[in-house]
């Protein structure tokens, strides 16, 4: 969280220079790309599904609304809102990762979904969208990674319209001690070896863990997202907190 | 709300595993492709959404637009939707509410109810056809055994308490009892009515000769 002055960032435990963590990142979902989806299953024990149905139905989306999925990864979200949205809405999957992007594509194009999905290669610190010009974004398991979190909020505040949300879906600190205990035992212990007998990438998931531990607990980021413009801030915890997804108005 | 939430992912998940199996699925789900219908049962409040689209039906249990069709149904009459005649009846009686398109109710009780699987082709897949096949066969005795015998016990059962223990009538002779009993009760209302004419020319006699004797 804390970037020192000298253009240094974290990952993980880690401390990097600032334009080498993008890099480092993109390698972590490089090399997990192609197992995303199943190790997001066996890791969260289907879980994530209902955090993920959660963040849907705290969406108020609509049929005709323009929604960004960023950093949606292999497109979950993105699929749902686009059956939600219909043929006159929008869906912009935007990922700053091809690996990512080309294997959520492939996936969607399997499912038959197209038409109102577009698919964009950016990054969440300086979108490449018009001013006031999404009804919802939102960003799932991705903030972490981000370099510069109040940069991509202020990015994602001036894109979204007047009276838009911005749902952040994303690990948090959980709100009870023995929770707190089994989730560190469990992310530092059998999570990169479920990694390494799955995925064959121990590193990728160490760093999960690591990052999950750096990112700002709950009441920071609401005030993270405060700064920036957001009002009626709010967040909900997710299994104990474990995760925390956060919804902030633009008026 | 993440019990709500798993329930909804639970029908989901379910709903499209069985749409998959059914061929007939993709032109009804066509038919209705991009309607949104909540749907709740009037003994929970909870209304579910339904989102169908060619791919899928989705399932959330919030929704912030409008609707196209909003049904309240009670829970008995949950399978008498699928009869078309029935509907009307239902939303007389207050089993079925309403607001929107109601030819829509009838095709969305139709997508979720009736689903034509073939589970013999299915399982011939997996586990090849004489198998499926003699499976299948089985399954099918199996059930009418059941049935048939499940007939038997309730007529044995029914004729050991009226004619071995007698102890409860059996039909004809409730219907004698019933019988006699309303002839004694057409008796006794005669009977009543005769009283009754007797009493009132009694009546009539004694006030004449009140009348009179205070005449006189």
């Not at chain 2, 989705?58 to 939707?81: H, R, Y």
Request: hydrophobic fraction near 40%; include cysteine; aromatic fraction near 8%.
């Amino acid at each position: 969280m804390q970037e020192n002055s000298d253009n240094t960032t974290h990952f993980g435990f880690k401390t990097v220079e600032e334009d080498k963590k993008v890099e480092l990142v993109a390698d972590v979902f490089h090399s997990v790309a192609a197992k995303y989806d199943i190790m997001n299953d066996v890791l969260s024990m289907g879980i994530h599904r209902i955090w993920k149905r959660f963040t849907i139905d705290c969406s108020g989306v609509r049929q005709g609304q323009k929604v960004l999925d960023l950093a949606g990864g292999t497109g979950d979200l993105t699929a749902k809102f686009s059956r939600i949205v219909g043929t006159k809405g929008e869906v912009v999957l935007a990922d700053i990762n091809d690996s990512m992007l080309k294997v959520g594509r492939t996936k969607l194009r399997d499912m038959g979904i197209e038409g109102n999905v577009s698919y964009v290669q950016a990054n969440a610190e300086e979108l490449p969208f018009p001013d006031n010009h999404f009804d919802l974004i939102t960003i799932a398991f991705g903030l972490r990674n981000v370099t510069d979190k109040d940069k991509a909020l202020a990015s994602i505040y001036r894109v979204l319209k007047p009276g838009g949300r911005l749902l952040v879906l994303e690990f948090s600190k959980p709100v009870y001690t023995p929770v707190e205990k089994f989730y560190d035992f469990y992310s530092f212990n059998i999570l990169p070896k479920l990694g390494k007998l799955i995925a064959n990438d121990s590193e990728s998931y160490q760093y999960l863990a690591e990052s999950i531990r750096m990112h700002p607990d709950q009441d920071t980021l609401k005030e993270m997202m405060n700064n920036v413009g957001f009002e009626g801030t709010e967040y909900f915890n997710l299994s104990a907190g474990i995760v925390a997804l956060h919804r902030g108005y633009k008026y | 709300m993440s019990l709500t939430n798993l329930l909804c992912g639970l029908l989901e998940t379910s709903v499209n595993q069985l749409h998959q199996l059914d061929s007939s699925a993709i032109s009804k789900r066509k038919q209705l492709n991009g309607t949104i219908i909540a749907a709740s049962l009037q003994e929970i409040d909870l209304p579910l959404y339904f989102i169908i689209s060619e791919q899928q039906v989705d399932v959330l249990n919030q929704f912030e637009g409008q609707p196209d069709c909003t049904i309240k149904v009670s829970f008995q009459a949950l399978n008498k939707l699928q009869d078309n005649r029935q509907l009307t009846q239902l939303i007389k009686s207050g089993e079925l509410e309403v607001d929107g398109d109601i030819q829509l109710v009838q095709k969305f009780a139709m997508l979720l109810t009736d689903m034509q699987i073939d589970w013999e082709e299915h399982l011939s897949q997996k586990v090849g056809d004489v198998i499926a096949h003699k499976l299948c066969q089985h399954a099918k005795t199996a059930f009418q055994t059941t049935q048939f015998q499940y007939k038997r016990i309730e007529t044995q059962s029914a004729l050991y308490v009226t004619e071995e223990i007698k102890l409860a009538p059996s039909a004809l002779e409730v219907a004698y009892f019933c019988d006699q009993v309303s002839s004694l009760a057409t008796d006794a209302d005669l009977l009543l009515n005769k009283i009754n004419n007797k009493l009132d020319k009694q009546l009539n006699n004694l006030s004449q000769t009140k009348v009179l004797a205070d005449k006189k």
